[in-house]
């Protein structure tokens, strides 16, 4: 009974010291140098809510917003939470297959975000009238554009993963309960009314279906987005098209420089970096074009404003359009959030800015995927549209 009584004891003891021993970890880590490197982890990817930090006040203090504040900002602050954050998500991806966050594994590893699969299947419809309404605006907006300022407005349609890979979409989806979405009443309504369309995404589709995406990856297996190589590729179109409108020998992308690598740039693996895994997924093998805008002399840039969703991103934070474009060109970011060449500051836009620019460029372009085309135009489309109807700061 004794012998039985000191094991329990010797267990218990056991139990606790573990137990201090684990609480004491963060601590151990920043002031130890062997945990600090055992333990270190690379800095934590994606967006994470800001944490408010109220001044100290009695009201402050009474309510608990000072504590709870001061407490958030020491979680954040915490050396090891990194190291913590991404084990925590790789026992749950390794043992429960589950990816804590808005993404989902289909078939073979492919991942997609799990809004653009419910927009492929027709759950996020906008609806008929608003569709019809909103391309009629773009219509009159694009035929006044060129009336009074000889400006092309092109409508451009980014891919979407679960359109160009949609045989990899997990199998819980019946692909034969797919109804037509915002994507197929959208671009039959723009063809109706004659409006000028660069479809992408149809385009992308067709080219995963014939390549296999064996020579260059389109849309990679660890991104939402396209690739670095086919955004590149898009931004040739876009230019080539312009300039087939204007006349103009413009500026093309060289496609003789190839660099083949496992190593991802920009957001080619943009869900597998926000999964915050502590083991890399397997990566594919990437194509990136080098020196593709090298043979400019004598050609045209034209000024191009670009308004757009994540997409049109992709393609100004690597800079391929400073590139290729004029220097008047500008990325409208959601259309609120102004981007300028050479400038690193988000400016936000206003009515005056939106002439000014307007009158300048050689086209518009809208460039959104189907999943983004349910807030298609983030306003530019009602508020131009309302403008060019009252004649507001169009004067010649």
């Known amino acids: 009974m004794k012998l039985k ?113 419910e927009d492929y299947m027709g759950f996020r419809y906008v609806g008929d009238n608003n569709m019809r309404y909103q391309t009629i605006q773009i219509k009159y907006i694009s035929d006044k554009l060129k009336e009074l300022f000889d400006v092309e407005l092109i409508v451009a349609i980014a891919p979407s993963k679960a359109y160009v890979l949609k045989e990899k979409l997990p199998q819980k989806y019946d692909l034969n309960q797919k109804v037509d979405g915002n994507y197929e009443i959208y671009l039959a309504e723009l063809e109706r009314l004659d409006i000028k369309v660069l479809d992408f995404n149809k385009y992308l589709t067709a080219q995963v279906k014939e390549t296999g995406e064996k020579e260059h990856i389109l849309m990679p297996k660890l991104g939402i987005h396209w690739s670095e190589y086919a955004a590149t590729l898009a931004a040739d179109s876009i230019t080539n098209y312009i300039g087939q409108l204007k006349e103009k020998d413009v500026v093309r992308v060289n496609q003789d420089e190839i660099v083949k690598t496992t190593k991802s740039r920009n957001q080619d693996e943009d869900i597998s970096e926000s999964m915050n895994l502590l083991y890399p997924l397997a990566s594919q093998k990437y194509s990136y074009l080098e020196n593709f805008a090298r043979d ?75 999943m983004t085309m349910e807030s298609w135009g983030s306003g530019f489309i009602e508020r131009f549209y309302t403008m060019l109807k009252k004649e507001e700061g169009f004067d010649e």
């Open 5 to 117: 009584f000191e094991k329990n004891q010797v267990i218990k003891g056991v139990c606790l010291t573990l137990l201090v021993l684990l609480l004491m970890i963060p601590m151990l880590k920043e002031h130890s140098p062997i945990l600090n490197r055992e333990l270190n982890a690379s800095a934590l990817k994606g967006y994470f809510e800001p944490i408010e930090r109220p001044a100290f006040s009695l009201k402050n203090w009474w309510s608990g917003a000072f504590q709870n504040s001061r407490e958030e900002i020491l979680k954040r602050d915490l050396g090891i939470r990194s190291f913590a954050f991404r084990v925590n998500n790789q026992l749950h991806h390794a043992i429960l297959k589950e990816i804590r966050t808005n993404y989902i594994e289909g078939k073979d590893g492919y991942l997609f975000g799990k809004d653009y699969i």
């Open 296 to 370: 400019t002399i004598g050609k045209y840039k034209p000024n191009i404003v670009l308004i757009g969703d994540s997409f049109g991103w992709t393609l100004w934070s690597k800079e391929i359009p400073h590139k290729l474009w004029g220097e008047e060109s500008l990325f409208l970011y959601y259309y609120y959030n102004l981007w300028i060449p050479n400038e690193h500051d988000v400016q936000k836009t206003n009515k005056e800015m939106l002439v000014t620019y307007a009158k300048k460029a050689d086209a518009i372009v809208l460039l959104y995927t189907p």
